[in-house]
């Protein structure tokens, strides 16, 4: 069993940063796909960013593509997504996901595990 657990959500003006983390509890999370997702109220969740189990490879939503930035440090079992030039559409709750794969997975039902979701808000 994995257990995710996002920090970092807040209340930031447009144009700010944000630095959202995830810690996982899992013996072998180097052997795990990572991946960001959003939602917000009455639409579906949708991918933001996603990183291979060795960090080799990454893939960001068009929409994130240059602003965002996923990473990860396997020793502290840690996924990170630095938001950056953060606009008002970027507002959602933010959720972090893991699989067991050794490439990147970009849809909602390629995850097996997910957090709780932290409230990113970008006031314009």
């Known amino acids: 069993q994995v257990q995710l657990v996002e920090s970092g959500g807040g209340l930031v003006q447009a144009g700010g940063s944000l630095r959202l983390s995830c810690a996982a509890s899992?013996?072998?999370?180097?052997?795990?796909?990572l991946g960001w997702f959003r939602q917000v109220p009455g639409k579906e969740r949708e991918f933001v960013a996603a990183?291979?189990?060795?960090?080799?490879?990454?893939k960001y939503a068009d929409s994130v593509k240059g602003r965002f930035i996923i990473s990860r440090d396997n020793d502290k079992k840690t996924v990170y997504l630095q938001m950056n030039s953060l606009k008002p559409e970027d507002t959602a709750v933010y959720y972090c996901?893991?699989?067991?794969?050794?490439?990147?997975?970009?849809?909602?039902?390629?995850?097996?595990?997910w957090g709780q979701g932290t409230q990113v808000t970008v006031s314009s």
């Open positions: 990183i291979t189990w060795s960090a080799y490879s990454t």
């Open positions: 996901a893991a699989d067991r794969s050794v490439r990147f997975l970009t849809a909602v039902n390629e995850y097996d595990y």
């Open positions: 899992v013996r072998t999370f180097s052997s795990y796909a």
